[in-house]
């Protein structure tokens, strides 16, 4: 068995190794002891119309996933194009979908739902997802593992049916443009929608001049359904994200995740965390965040004029810089050091990330191997695993059956010396978007310790000396063959910001804050705000 959690956050919770990162003592030192756990509770594989058998999806998820709601498409009130020849295949397949969810797709996604739920370990929801034009797309999430699908003639209705339910209905790719399913503020609903997604596979919310725009057909991004716009209006929200995969693979890396603070990785826990906005979002990588105003952490409301801020940030890799953004503005922006601390001694704990793929074939490559230290250990293992890259049907992948196999990647073992992995990779398809896979090592080891991969029958280290000092590729047969990539180790120094300020500026009534973090490798992490009254 394992005795390394190869899922969720790399801090490890089991008793046969010793915690070396405890979050609950870095985080939240005045509060009860408080995690960090991820997961995805937007996504779609074949069951609806997207891409990968269901099962897959759930054990893709397993692999490094706490929670996760899959969400069939559900409906579309108002569907538009029925007279527009332009949209006949998209009206086509969103019909078709809806009607195998009603036939017998939905008994069958809520008994696979209840079977994969493990409290503790891997906790399922039943979810949904109804489309519209006029108020946006949202999700429909339950509490209950046996939650109907409920029937709903337009956004409202759906909030409104629900509301003596423990549900939440929240919106998504709210960027898109009011009218074509992007966001409409002025429909927000408080106490149903304790939270947004400002990321996925379409683009970033936060404002309109974030990085990654929307480039889907849906159309280009707008400020007025952001984040930043909905907060200037003083609408109070958490903001996460999720991966709207359409591939079967939840989680998948670089799509987005939901990050919440709970006490313990259980229904209850994580329900009454979200409820209380105690929910951030990351693009990617599982950054970590805290961050309190005086007793509040992410999410919540106080009253004061002293404001005694307080960050701590673990990144996965090189941290670029931390801003601080009070209502709307920069407060202040924390940089880091651009190379690692050299006085950091023989011992060095470090994180490397060890990547894989490239080549030119899309024929998929099957990694079988292992990475090994020779001298030390490795504290943690964090997966950077992703499905196939796509937002929405692929149509030469669609006949009477789907054709498309999810590759399910996975950590089959990690000890304290070597981990192996069972992994697939294609070429990427197209020089922006990657199709590679990874883990990051957490590792403690001496300088002139080496780090082994051996994979599909070759060997390749390097040492830590050379780990700190830059990154390296290998390819496995040659020029444009598959690829492994080393990447430069991150020391703590680099990938660790422990901060604190105090602001007794009030500028209104009720000041927002929040913080987002940006790593050198363009993961990003935003906060849920923080509000606070001027009184
Ligand atoms: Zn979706």
């Not at 209905?169 to 400002?198: A, D, Q």
């Not at 430069?488 to 990938?495: C, D, P």
Request: with cysteine.
């Amino acid at each position: 068995m394992n005795f390394l959690r190869s899922n969720h956050t790399n801090i490890m919770r089991t008793k046969l190794l010793p915690v070396i990162f405890c979050l609950s003592t870095f985080i939240f030192a005045q509060k009860a002891e408080r995690h960090i756990y991820f997961g995805d509770i937007h996504n779609h594989c074949n069951l609806t119309y997207g891409h990968g058998d269901m099962r897959d999806a759930f054990e893709a998820a397993k692999q490094q996933l706490d929670f996760l709601s899959l969400t069939p498409h559900a409906m579309w009130p108002g569907m538009p194009g029925k007279d527009d020849p332009r949209l006949a295949w998209v009206i086509d397949y969103h019909s078709q979908a809806f009607a195998r969810l009603r036939n017998d797709g939905w008994p069958k996604y809520v008994a696979m739902t209840k079977e994969y739920n493990q409290e503790g370990k891997f906790v399922t929801f039943i979810g949904f997802e109804i489309h519209s034009m006029v108020y946006g797309d949202h999700v429909a999430l339950n509490y209950s593992l046996e939650a109907p699908l409920v029937e709903a003639s337009s956004v409202p209705d759906l909030i409104d049916k629900l509301k003596n339910t423990k549900a939440f209905v929240t919106p998504h790719h709210m960027g898109y443009l009011e009218g074509y399913r992007g966001y409409k503020w002025r429909s927000f609903n408080s106490s149903m929608t304790p939270f947004v997604e400002i990321y996925s596979r379409h683009g970033l919310a936060e404002d309109d001049l974030s990085d990654f725009p929307n480039l889907h057909n849906m159309g280009p991004r707008n400020y007025e359904g952001t984040m930043v716009s909905g907060l200037n209006k003083g609408y109070k929200f958490g903001v996460m994200g999720s991966t709207d995969q359409h591939a079967g693979y939840p989680g998948s890396y670089g799509d987005g995740l939901m990050a919440v603070i709970a006490e313990e990785n259980t229904r209850d826990a994580l329900w009454n965390a979200i409820a209380k906005r105690h929910v951030y979002c990351v693009t990617g990588d599982k950054i970590k965040l805290d961050f309190c105003i005086n007793d509040a952490i992410m999410g919540d409301e106080i009253s004061g004029q002293k404001r005694n801020i307080a960050l701590k940030v673990e990144g996965q890799n090189f941290i670029d810089y931390v801003d601080i953004i009070k209502n709307g503005k920069q407060y202040t922006r924390i940089n880091t050091p651009t190379i690692n601390a050299e006085n950091i001694g023989d011992s060095v704990h470090a994180k490397v990330k060890i990547e894989f793929g490239w080549g030119k074939e899309e024929a998929y490559i099957h990694w079988q191997g292992n990475l090994k230290l020779s001298e030390g250990r490795i504290i943690s293992i964090t997966p950077c695993f992703r499905g196939a890259a796509y937002t929405s049907p692929q149509k030469s992948q669609i006949g009477t059956i789907d054709l498309f196999k999810t590759h399910v990647n996975r950590v089959l073992s990690c000890t304290s010396k070597q981990t192996e992995l069972d992994i697939y990779t294609t070429t990427n398809p197209n020089t922006v978007t990657s199709a590679t896979q990874a883990v990051i090592l957490e590792v403690k080891m001496p300088r002139k310790a080496k780090l082994i991969a051996s994979f599909n029958g070759k060997t390749f280290e390097h040492n830590m000396q050379e780990l700190l000092d830059g990154t390296y590729s290998h390819f496995m047969i040659g020029w444009l063959s598959e690829a492994i990539q080393f990447h430069r180790a991150a020391t703590e120094s680099v990938y660790k910001i422990d901060y604190k300020t105090t602001d007794d500026k009030p500028e209104k009534t009720t000041d927002y804050y929040y913080i987002r973090v940006r790593q050198r490798d363009g993961n990003w992490a935003f906060s849920s705000p923080i509000w606070v009254n001027n009184k």
